[in-house]
Every structure is written in structure tokens, then in C-alpha cells.
């Protein structure tokens, strides 16, 4: 018999049993795919069993044809046509992973600076690995150490004793010119340090007779900057928003000079008086238009940095600031560092309630369903929130106090701050909070003052579990943490949670990693968007030379190369078996700390850092694949051994990232769901809710799968088969109609093309496929007249192809060496020879920007994130323009056939 009551209880139970009591069992299964799953609901990968699929799927049927039954005719037809409906959609319907657009609103403001050269202090220069651990300790000999292997690390140091550029009297930075800098300390010193040890420096004489001697030419200066442990470092800075976060921390644990030396302070004021706009703003990141968010922290950070109120640089920020209706109307995230510094009450915030980590796992919103770096970030300030956490000095340091009447319109004690939570700039409203978020924000403001006693309980037990979570993401990351913004926090609530005492232990161990984050170019001293983009751009070198069919012509650059992958990979050499990472690897601290697997995998970073990522691994796993078949390998005595099962360790990684939809997310599985957008609380960024699939993630996943199983065709033979299908299916669903992929971690088609054909091509797509087909004329109808193609980060913004191509900071028709690098990747691996002219005049634009020296010229930013902020990658500009030189000259022209260029 139909019932209701019935139906809505075993319902419940059966959300009970397989959310609760089934969850985590058998322990062995936790993060597994199909058939290996856990009985309940896996924490890891976000999903229930099959059967607890089934079930839910009876029951609430039953319940619901019960319901219907109760009701009128017309009513249970108009029920029946719903359910149908939402079954089509489910189906059918837009994937949650499609990026959408275009943007109704794109952006139509432009940076602006006056025309002025800075000059930067002379004395600063690199550290690599243990180098850069012993300066370290050096400098802060605080008694704590350093875990975690060391290669990979990259610091600046200050020596006023040094010349800082290869021996030049000056070094000069006008972002007038371009923002971008072009990592010219960095490379001047591996130039000399190269030449010091006798190498062989590029002629200018030397004109590349072909492509692939151009691509030859190319390698030949890059491998100068390899460093010692045979990675690439690079400036990978860009954001704004980070390096002040920083400071504010700095400025409310004590001005610890430890912390912040002297040289630090004055090269961080160099860099924000460089990038100050000629409206006396700063952007998001640096080829942005002033924002209110970039403007608030900068200037605060000038100011807690000595910057006198009446400065002209403080006079022309606090001029942006209140035309814009003062820092009430600034993103969030710059009021959250606002409440930290006590010049801004909590009240102006939104809550942050911790008490949500003590919801049920299965709980269809959960913090541990977010997407990491969304999760790690909200996890301080949550504690930080619960704590209202302001400084103890704010009522009477005269910068404080001063910034009260500098950042607002009102006077501060006047300012009702409960009704300017919602308030932010149109200029910072990337993301415009939807009334759900809005209405959820309000009905928290009411439990924030009406909770009582139930309160104070559920966020003592929140409190008391976010500290512990700090603590273990702390040690499972050396003290590196994920990324710059919780780094700093984590930070702050260590220093916090133990009595506010510099003297405290996990507080001295974070000193030691800050200088992890620090990058040093023309533009003074910046805070980069991680610890560095060591692996990633080290495993597409070594990809760039090895299909070029020129690595073996490279000895020494491959070997340093290979035995870097082998230090690298996460948790499993004995350096990073001996650090406390490793104890949080088994299935019951994952699981509390909602960790996917992490031994075997590759970072993008370093391999302390701990945090493995699908696509990074792939690449590492490909770069290791690749050169262990090349004759400098083989024929190395000391070549370092990494096992068949080290290799097996990385291939289950990829496959436990695999999402349900058959795309590969980043660090971990979605867990969420599409509708969680609707609770995104930053108004700056987009897409940052939940780990969605990419195009990019899962192509990368693909190389490393695809070649790993050529060579062990034997391992997990079905399983990596079934992954490449589902893969397949994934790549056509997210392609738009005009042939294009979007691209969501670099500017924009053109990059998300190069992934999307490959994956096709990877998946067994023919050549001829209508999708690949679609993707290649897509690329030609935006190739510019001199062969190039262009585009700046306002494709990503936007989710439109930028109008003006890169024309701000490419050549004069909007053309890029990065971008057209890109475009020649995805259009060479197609190999078809009717686009063999627009190949190849891609092919001589590339060649005809080469400078002299071998190197490239750098032009716009070629990252983002989030869809909205822009961020540095210096390597580009070399590694990608010298792989498609290469696949042009080894792969295409043997394909086609004819004489090449």
C-alpha cells in the first residue's frame, strides 16, 4: 500500500545507514572507482555506492508516487511531466562543468600608468634547494626545521654587498611599457652562474637555418636557467591581493623583523609604488584596471609598510578609494584583512560560521565538499571569524586609527556596519552574490545574534576542529599550506590559538616557509600564487625538447631534469617518507582531513608542498616516461632508479581523479554540486565552489595514461581503457558549438584547444572528426594577418576570444609568441595538410620574434585562475614556442610529407 509516512521514513533510514553507518567501509575502498567502491557514502570522491544510489532512488520514489497519490488528477500529471522533465535535464542537460558564456557584462575599463622607469635596489639573489634551506636557517635560526625534500625550493636573499643583475649598475621597470616583468634577475644570474662554469653560450651570429634549429637555438639558451637540482623557476606572481594579506599578518603578529627584514619592506613598497595606476589605484593583478579590491589592500599594505598618510601615493589611493564610495564598498576578502587590522567592525562582514564542519559528511553542503583551495582558505577565516580575532593594538597605533579616516566616506563611529555587508564596488562584482546567498547571509546574521548558548556550543566544537585541520594541512605540507592566502592565516591562528607568543613553535616553523612565497624580479618584491610552478613548467620542458627530437642532443639538462622528477614525486622518496606528511597518508587521516591519495603523484610546485594535482601528475609521469627511453638516460651510470610500483603509485592517482562525469578535476573528485555557485561568497572570482573537470585536467591525464599504459599495457589494463572512453564522452560535452573549449587556467582558446584536440586525438578520435575538424577552423578564423594568433586575459574574463587579440602587450596586429604557440600545437597535432599554410605561417611568425640570444620576448600575462585574475608564468615565452617548433619539424612534416621550413 502507498504511504507517505512509510515512504519518508525509509527515505531517511536509508540516508542514515548508507550516509552514516556505511560510511568508510571497508576502510581499504576509501576514494576507490568502480567496481572497488565503498558501501556508503565515500567522503573522497563526494558519491554513494551504487547501491545506496539505488536505494535512495526506490524510497524517495515511493514517496513521492505516495504523495501524488494523495493529491488531484491534474496535480499528479503536472507531478509526473516534473519528474520526467528533471530526468531529461539530469540527462541532457548543460554539463555543471560547461564554463558558460559569453559574459553579458564584459569588461570595458583598461589599466592606464603614468610613463616613469623605476629603479630597483641592487643586492638580491636566488637560492635553490639546499642551498636555499641552509640560507634560511642562516637567517632565522629559531631552532625549528625544515622538512620535506629540498628540491625545488627556490628563496631570494639580500646582500647590499652584490651586484643583483648579472653584474648591471641598473635595473629599471616602467609598467607603462608593459606590467609584465621579464624575469630578468633570475635569468641574468643562471646566465652567469652557467658561464662561470665554463658553458656554451648562444651566438647571436647563429641563425636558425630551419624550425627545428630555431627550436635548437632555443633550448640552447633555456637550459642556462635550469637550476642546480635541474628544475625551472620562474616569476610566478600576478595577483595583487596576496602579498598585502601578508603584511597584515605581519603588522598584527608584532612587526616581527624576522619575519619582514628591512629588505623585504623596502622592496615590497618598490613593487606597489611600481604597479600603482595613474588613477591612483591597483588592480586584481597586474594587466587589470584598478579595483576596489586590488586598491584596498595595496594601499593599506603602503601604508603598514611606512607609507606616510599625506604621501602622494597614499593621497592618490585614498582619492580612488573614496570616489568609489569608500573601502564599505570593497570585495569581501579585503574586508576580512580589514576586521583583522581593527579598521573595520565584524559586523560589516558576513559570517563565516565554523559550527558548518560539524554537519554529517553526508550532508548534501558541506565545507569538506568544496573545492580545496576554496575549503583551505575558508577554514582560517572561519576560526579567525568565531575568535573575531582583531588586532590588540588597534585602538591606539596611530596607523590604524589613521586608516579609519582614510578608507571612508563617514566618520568610522558613525557607520552602521550590519547593513554594508552586501555592499561591494560594480568594478569588484565579478561574481554578484544571487538572493540565495544573500538571504542565507541574513538568516546567519540572525543566528550570529540570537544563537546563544546553542551557539557558542556547536562553534567551540568548530573552533576546536578547525585548528586541528590547520594543524594537520600544516605538517602534511611542510608548513608550505596550499596556497598563499591560507598560509597566512594558518599562520595567524597558530599565533593566535597559542597566546598570541611569537616564541610558539608552529608559529616559528611557518616564519621559515614565508620566504617559500617570495619572488624578486624587475618590479621589486612580490607574493607569489603558490610557492612556484617548479614541476609543471619543468615537465612541459622536457616534453618540448623530447618531441622536437632534441633532448638527447641536451646530456646534461636531461639528466638534472630526470633525477628532479625523481626527487619530486610526493611522498615517496626516503626524504619525504622521514617528513610528517607521511604518517597522514593512511585511510583514517585522510578521511578526517578529507585528503585524496597522495603518494606517487607530482606536485606543481615541490614535492614538499604535498598537495598532488591530476594534471601535474600526468605530465610528471609523462616527463619521467618519456626520459627514461632517451640514450642520456640509459647510458647515465648514476641515472636514479624510481621503481615500476612508484610508477604504478601515480597511475592510481589519476584514476581515483576521474569524476563521475569522465572529466578530470584538479586536486581531488567533485564532491559537490553545480548549485553551490549560488553560495559563492567572494563576488570576485567565478567557478570556485566546488573541483569541476576541465579540459585541460583531463587531456593532461590523458598523456600520462596513454603513455604509461603503452609501456605497461598489462596494469590496470580495463580500467585505464574504460577511464580513456569516459574521457572521450567529456572532452565533446564541454566543446561549444563553434568548435572552441574554453580555456579555465591559461589565456584562453587558444590554450584550451591545444588540450581539447590532443584529448581527441588521445581518445582515438580520427583526424577527420567533425569535433577536431571544428576546433582547427575555429583557430584559423582568428589567425591574424602576420601569421600569429593573440589573446590577453580578457578571454577569460569575458568567455569571449578578446577583441583586440593581445594587442595591449603582443605586436601590433594582436598577435602573441605564447598564444600562437598554443594555436601551432593544437592545429600540428590534427596533422592535416590542408592547413599546412596556416601552419606555417604560424611557424615563421614564431621563428621571426626570436631574438639573438635564443630567448623569446615577454609579452602579456599567459595564466589565470578563477576565471578573473591573472597570473605569471616567465616560461612560457620559451617552452611552448619550442615545442611547437619541434612538432612542427618532427611529427607534422613527417606526416604530410614535403619539405618543411
Not at 46 to 54: F, K, M, T, V
Not at 739 to 748: Q, R, T
Request: proline share 6%; with cysteine; aromatic share 14%.
Amino acid at each position: 500500500p502507498l504511504s507517505p509516512l512509510y515512504g519518508g521514513l525509509a527515505f531517511m533510514l536509508s540516508v542514515l545507514v548508507f550516509g552514516q553507518l556505511l560510511q568508510g567501509r571497508p576502510k581499504k575502498r576509501l576514494g576507490n572507482i568502480f567496481p572497488e567502491r565503498e558501501w556508503g557514502y565515500d567522503k573522497i570522491r563526494g558519491e554513494y555506492s551504487a547501491l545506496a544510489a539505488a536505494t535512495f532512488f526506490a524510497t524517495f520514489g515511493y514517496f513521492y508516487i505516495s504523495v501524488l497519490a494523495m493529491l488531484p488528477t491534474f496535480v499528479q500529471i503536472m507531478g509526473c511531466a516534473s519528474a520526467v522533465g528533471f530526468a531529461i535535464w539530469v540527462v541532457f542537460g548543460t554539463p555543471v562543468s560547461m564554463p558558460g558564456g559569453p559574459r553579458t557584462h564584459p569588461i570595458d575599463r583598461h589599466p592606464r600608468w603614468n610613463k616613469k622607469p623605476f629603479e630597483f635596489e641592487q643586492g638580491w639573489f636566488s637560492a635553490v634547494s639546499s642551498e636555499s634551506h641552509d640560507l634560511t636557517l642562516k637567517e632565522l635560526p629559531n631552532g625549528e626545521p625544515l622538512t620535506g625534500e629540498p628540491f625545488g625550493r627556490q628563496t631570494w636573499h639580500f646582500d647590499q654587498k652584490k651586484k643583483t643583475a648579472g653584474g648591471k649598475d641598473t635595473i629599471t621597470h616602467d609598467c607603462s611599457v608593459n606590467p609584465n616583468t621579464s624575469d630578468k634577475l633570475f635569468r641574468a644570474q643562471r646566465i652567469s652562474a652557467w658561464k662561470a662554469k665554463g658553458g656554451k653560450v648562444p651566438e647571436h651570429k647563429w641563425v636558425p637555418k630551419d624550425a627545428k634549429d630555431c627550436a635548437r637555438k632555443g633550448i640552447a639558451f633555456y637550459q642556462m636557467l635550469q637550476c642546480e637540482d635541474g628544475h625551472w623557476a620562474g616569476d610566478y606572481g600576478g595577483p595583487h591581493f596576496l602579498m598585502p594579506g601578508m603584511i597584515v599578518v605581519w603588522y598584527v603578529t608584532g612587526k616581527d623583523e624576522a619575519f619582514l627584514p628591512a629588505s623585504k619592506r623596502r622592496a615590497m613598497r618598490h613593487y606597489l609604488t611600481v604597479h600603482q595606476q595613474a588613477d591612483g589605484g591597483w588592480g586584481t593583478h597586474i594587466e587589470s584596471p584598478s579595483t576596489m579590491f586590488g586598491t584596498t589592500l595595496c594601499y593599506v599594505a603602503l601604508r603598514l609598510l611606512g607609507v606616510q598618510p599625506h604621501d602622494p601615493r597614499s593621497l592618490k589611493a585614498q582619492k580612488f578609494i573614496k570616489d568609489q564610495k569608500g573601502a564599505l564598498y570593497t570585495a569581501s576578502w579585503a574586508k576580512f584583512y580589514l576586521c583583522l587590522l581593527g579598521v573595520m567592525h565584524w559586523d560589516g562582514h558576513c559570517s563565516i560560521p565554523a559550527e558548518f564542519w560539524m554537519l554529517p559528511d553526508w550532508f548534501p553542503f558541506h565545507p569538506g565538499r568544496l573545492w580545496c583551495h576554496c575549503r583551505m582558505v575558508y577554514l582560517p577565516m572561519s576560526y579567525l571569524y568565531g575568535k573575531r580575532f582583531v588586532y590588540s593594538d588597534a585602538e591606539k597605533d596611530p596607523v590604524t586609527l589613521g586608516l579609519r579616516k582614510e578608507l571612508y566616506c563617514e566618520d568610522y563611529g558613525s557607520i552602521d556596519w550590519d547593513a554594508t555587508r552586501h555592499w561591494v564596488a560594480p568594478m569588484d562584482n565579478y561574481s554578484p552574490k544571487p538572493w540565495t546567498m544573500r538571504y542565507a547571509q541574513d538568516l546567519l546574521a540572525y543566528w550570529e545574534r540570537l544563537g546563544g548558548p546553542l551557539l557558542r556550543l556547536l562553534r567551540g566544537w568548530g573552533l576546536e576542529y578547525t585548528i586541528d585541520y590547520m594543524a594537520a594541512e600544516d605538517l602534511q605540507t611542510n608548513f608550505i599550506c596550499i596556497g598563499p592566502v591560507n598560509k597566512v592565516l594558518n599562520m595567524l591562528c597558530a599565533w593566535e590559538h597559542g597566546g598570541r607568543k611569537n616564541d610558539n613553535p608552529k608559529y616559528q616553523r611557518h616564519l621559515l616557509r614565508i620566504p617559500d612565497y617570495l619572488w624578486v624580479a624587475e618590479d621589486g618584491m612580490k607574493m607569489q600564487g603558490y610557492n612556484g610552478s617548479q614541476c609543471w613548467d619543468t615537465s612541459f620542458a622536457v616534453q618540448a625538447a623530447v618531441e622536437g627530437g632534441l633532448a638527447d642532443e641536451f646530456p646534461e639538462m636531461t639528466r638534472k631534469a630526470y633525477e628532479y622528477f625523481e626527487r619530486t614525486q610526493i611522498l615517496s622518496t626516503e626524504v619525504s617518507k622521514k617528513s610528517p606528511a607521511y604518517g597522514y597518508e593512511d585511510e583514517e587521516s585522510r578521511r578526517k582531513y578529507y585528503r585524496h591519495v597522495s603518494e606517487g603523484g607530482w606536485p606543481f610546485s615541490t614535492s614538499a608542498h604535498g598537495w598532488p594535482i591530476s594534471d601535474c601528475t600526468s605530465e610528471g609521469l609523462k616527463g619521467v616516461l618519456l626520459l627514461r627511453e632517451l640514450d642520456a638516460i640509459k647510458s647515465w651510470g648514476k641515472s636514479p632508479k624510481i621503481s615500476d610500483q612508484r610508477l604504478f603509485n601515480a597511475c592510481n592517482v589519476l584514476l581515483t581523479l576521474q569524476n563521475f562525469d569522465g572529466g578530470f578535476a584538479t586536486y581531488e573528485n567533485n564532491r559537490g554540486y553545480g548549485w553551490y555557485e549560488a553560495l559563492n561568497p567572494s563576488e570576485v572570482f567565478g567557478d570556485i565552489m566546488i573541483d569541476y573537470s576541465y579540459v585541460e585536467c583531463t587531456t593532461a591525464s590523458l598523456t600520462g595514461l596513454t603513455t604509461f599504459h603503452k609501456l605497461f599495457p598489462d596494469h590496470r589494463t580495463d580500467e585505464i581503457k574504460y577511464a580513456i572512453s569516459r574521457a572521450r564522452s567529456f572532452l565533446k560535452s564541454i566543446q561549444r558549438k563553434d568548435g572552441s573549449w574554453y580555456g579555465s587556467w591559461a589565456c584562453c582558446f587558444t590554450y584550451a584547444a591545444w588540450f581539447g584536440v590532443e584529448g581527441l586525438l588521445l581518445c582515438g578520435e580520427p583526424t577527420t572528426s567533425q569535433n577536431i575538424r571544428a576546433c582547427v577552423e575555429f583557430l584559423k578564423k582568428h589567425q591574424k594577418p602576420n601569421g600569429g594568433w593573440g589573446e590577453d586575459f580578457r578571454s577569460c574574463f569575458d568567455k569571449s576570444y578578446a577583441k583586440e587579440g593581445m594587442k595591449a602587450y603582443g605586436d601590433s596586429q594582436g598577435a602573441g609568441i605564447v598564444p600562437t604557440a598554443w594555436a601551432l600545437l593544437a592545429i600540428g597535432a590534427a596533422k592535416n595538410v590542408k592547413d599546412r599554410d596556416s601552419i606555417e605561417r604560424g611557424v615563421k611568425y614564431l621563428m621571426s620574434r626570436q631574438l639573438p640570444s635564443g630567448d623569446w620576448p615577454q609579452e602579456g600575462i599567459s595564466g589565470v585562475f578563477n576565471r578573473s585574475c591573472g597570473i605569471t608564468y616567465t616560461s612560457y615565452r620559451n617552452v611552448f614556442p619550442i615545442w611547437a617548433l619541434g612538432r612542427y619539424s618532427n611529427k607534422y612534416l613527417p606526416a604530410v610529407g614535403g619539405k618543411g621550413i
